[in-house]
C-alpha cells in the first residue's frame, strides 16, 4: 500500500476475483467471431453465466462459437444466445436485476442508453467512433498508405464497417503521387472485397442507401 499517500508501509492491499454473475455480451456484425470471443472468454473464465446477444445481421457465428463452447463441456446453461432484436427484449434484458454486467460494443446512441436504464450494474461499452489518421504534406505517401491499407490498424474489416475515417488535406492531392494512387488498397477494401461484406451481404446495399 505504499503507492497510496497516508496509508502507511504496514497497511496489506489484496484482491479478491470473485464471479459477478450473469454477463450480458451484447455484440455488433463487424468482427463477428473476435468482439463474441472477446466477451465469451473472460466472462465464462471468471465463473459467470453468459447471455449474448449478438447482431441480428451476424448471428450464425455466435452461434457457431457456443457450439464449441458446448462440444467442450461447458454445463448446460451457462451460456445462452438470443438471436433478436434489441428492440423487442434488449430493455427486458439490460434492465433485469438478475443481470450484474453488461458488455457491449456498438453504437454510441445505444451505449448511452444503456447507461441510462440498465440501473445498478457494472457496464462495459465500447461505443462507436472515428480513427483519423493525420497525414502531413512531406509524408512518405507509399509507407502511409502501406500501413492503413487494410492490413495495419483495424483491418479490412473495421474499414468497410466504415468505422475508419481517413481525413487527408487537399494538398497531398497535388504532385506526381497522390494519396489516393497510394492507397489503392483502402480503395479495394471499400469496394466491397472484405470480410466484412462477406459476413454482412446487405452491406454494400446500405453503404449505398447512406452515402
Not at 4 to 32: K, M, Q, S
Not at 73 to 85: K, N
Not at 101 to 119: C, N, P
Not at 192 to 206: K, V
Request: proline content about 7%.
Amino acid at each position: 500500500m505504499d503507492a497510496n499517500r497516508g496509508t502507511g508501509r504496514d497497511e496489506v492491499g489484496f484482491t479478491l476475483r470473485r464471479p459477478c454473475g450473469v454477463v450480458v455480451a451484447i455484440t455488433p456484425f463487424n468482427h463477428p467471431a473476435l468482439l463474441v470471443l472477446h466477451k465469451l472468454a473472460p466472462a465464462l473464465a471468471a465463473g459467470n453465466a453468459v447471455v449474448l446477444e449478438p447482431a441480428t445481421s451476424t448471428p450464425l457465428t455466435a452461434l457457431e462459437l457456443a457450439e464449441c463452447f458446448v462440444d467442450a463441456g461447458l454445463p448446460e446453461g451457462v451460456l445462452s444466445v438470443l438471436v433478436v432484436s434489441g428492440a423487442v427484449l434488449g430493455d427486458a434484458l439490460v434492465t433485469d436485476p438478475r443481470v450484474r454486467k453488461i458488455s457491449f460494443t456498438g453504437s454510441t446512441e445505444t451505449g448511452e442508453y444503456l447507461a441510462r436504464v440498465a440501473g445498478v450494474k457494472k457496464l462495459s461499452l465500447e461505443r462507436g467512433a472515428s480513427c483519423p489518421v493525420v497525414v502531413l504534406p512531406d509524408a512518405d505517401l507509399e509507407l502511409v498508405a502501406g500501413a492503413h491499407d487494410g492490413r495495419g490498424h483495424h483491418g479490412p474489416v473495421a474499414l468497410a464497417a466504415g468505422q475508419d475515417a481517413r481525413p487527408v488535406r487537399t494538398g497531398l492531392r497535388d504532385g506526381p503521387l497522390t494519396f489516393v494512387d497510394a492507397a489503392r488498397g483502402v480503395a479495394d477494401v471499400l469496394a466491397g472485397r472484405s470480410p466484412a461484406a462477406i459476413a454482412n451481404p446487405d452491406w454494400n446495399d446500405r453503404k449505398a442507401t447512406t452515402a
